[in-house]
């Protein structure tokens, strides 16, 4: 699976939107960006995946690249409770496992 | 509450003891996972059960752990001899489908004295 980059941590304010950068510049044609967070003490939690177009859901909206080399995760009206570790992912569905190959994420603070 | 479960929580044990672990997950889920979670790490895969097969083993994966789903329901983690180094959040997780969400529970924090 391709390699992911995400900077360590981000601030921000209650109310308005977060937006979470992500780099997958080796990602390959048939492998799907993937968002899930970890709240402290809590296991990770699913949150949204795309492979080319844009994706929106209850949570969040996934924005991706033309190129596909780059997204970012948009939380439209963070809360104190979105305050987390968000890991992005890029996952191939091809093999027998599928799984998941975690880096070590963007911690969120959501402030006041 | 229908989620994936992880019994116990915590557990604290003595360098040497083995330890085993729990896992329930979502009962219409066929797809099983196990991962580990060191301080400052995200989780690390260590296997996959499809039913109960077990069809995948991550090189992290030593010979003092084995891993069962005996019947394709619930899973058990073992972890012999343990050493200091096996001191992690041990993760659970379940899904429906290949290239499906996968649910996490909550995880065991093992602590090795």
């Known amino acids: 699976d391709a390699k992911t980059t995400q900077p360590p941590s981000m601030d921000c304010a209650e109310g308005r939107a977060a937006n979470l950068p992500c780099n997958h510049s080796?990602?390959?044609?048939?492998?799907?960006v993937y968002w899930y967070r970890q709240i402290h003490s809590q296991g990770p939690q699913y949150i949204i995946h795309g492979l080319k177009n844009n994706e929106t859901n209850e949570m969040a909206s996934l924005i991706i690249t033309e190129d596909r080399k780059s997204s970012t995760l948009i939380l439209p009206h963070a809360t104190l409770r979105d305050t987390a570790v968000y890991y992005c992912?890029?996952?191939?569905?091809?093999?027998?496992?599928?799984?998941?190959?975690f880096g070590t994420g963007t911690r969120l603070q959501v402030t006041l | 509450d229908t989620g994936v479960s992880q019994d116990p929580r915590h557990k604290i044990t003595k360098r040497g003891q083995n330890v085993t672990f729990r896992c329930d997950p979502i009962s219409e889920h066929n797809r099983l996972y196990w991962y580990r979670q060191t301080l400052g790490q995200g989780p690390e895969f260590l296997t996959y059960f499809q039913n109960e097969a077990q069809l995948e083993k991550s090189r992290l994966l030593s010979d003092r752990f084995s891993a069962e789903r005996p019947k394709g329901s619930f899973s058990t983690l073992e972890i012999q001899r343990t050493e200091q180094g096996d001191s992690a959040m041990y993760l659970c997780?379940?899904?429906?489908?290949?290239?499906?969400?996968?649910?996490f529970g909550p995880g065991t924090r093992l602590t090795v004295l």
């Open positions: 992912i890029v996952r191939s569905l091809e093999g027998t496992a599928s799984k998941l190959t």
């Open positions: 997780a379940s899904s429906p489908r290949r290239g499906g969400e996968q649910f």
């Open positions: 080796t990602i390959s044609g048939n492998e799907y």
